[in-house]
């Protein structure tokens, strides 16, 4: 059975840190492009981060590009979610999501929407506010 699971997610003052997490099982980092998506109140949900091992490449959306950084750990297979800087319109639930690496720069799949996806977490819920 696959598993992918968030932990991290919680309240932050806006520019403060979290860190997410998000265990996967049953498939490996080496085969799965993994990363992030996130969806605020009333809003579609938008890609923010992925990682490609396979191919090493990896995606981070505009919006938080030189605030969030993607990262992985092969041995624990977790793939993690620094973001510093945080901003109110950073809170949203933060899933976790994995697709079967068939092409090269499979990341970029973040960049058009949350479709094709083989796998999802429950999310976590990211809330910045002072």
């Known amino acids: 059975e696959v598993q992918l699971v968030e932990s991290g997610g919680g309240l932050a003052q806006p520019g403060g840190s979290l860190r997410l997490s998000c265990a996967v099982s049953?498939?490996?980092?080496?085969?799965?492009?993994v990363g992030w998506f996130r969806q605020g109140p009333g809003e579609e949900r938008e890609g923010v981060s992925c990682?490609?091992?396979?191919?090493?490449?990896?995606y981070t959306a505009d919006s938080v590009r030189g605030r969030f950084t993607i990262s992985s750990d092969n041995a624990k297979n977790t793939v993690y979610l620094q973001m510093n800087s945080l901003k109110s319109e950073d809170t949203g639930v933060y899933y976790c999501?994995?697709?079967?690496?068939?092409?090269?720069?499979?990341?970029?799949?973040?960049?058009?929407?949350?479709?094709?996806?083989?796998?999802w977490g429950e999310g976590t819920l990211v809330t910045v506010s002072s």
């Open positions: 049953g498939i490996t980092l080496d085969s799965y492009a």
């Open positions: 999501a994995a697709i079967l690496v068939i092409r090269n720069s499979q990341c970029i799949q973040w960049s058009v929407g949350p479709y094709g996806m083989d796998y």
């Open positions: 990682i490609s091992n396979s191919d090493g490449t990896s």
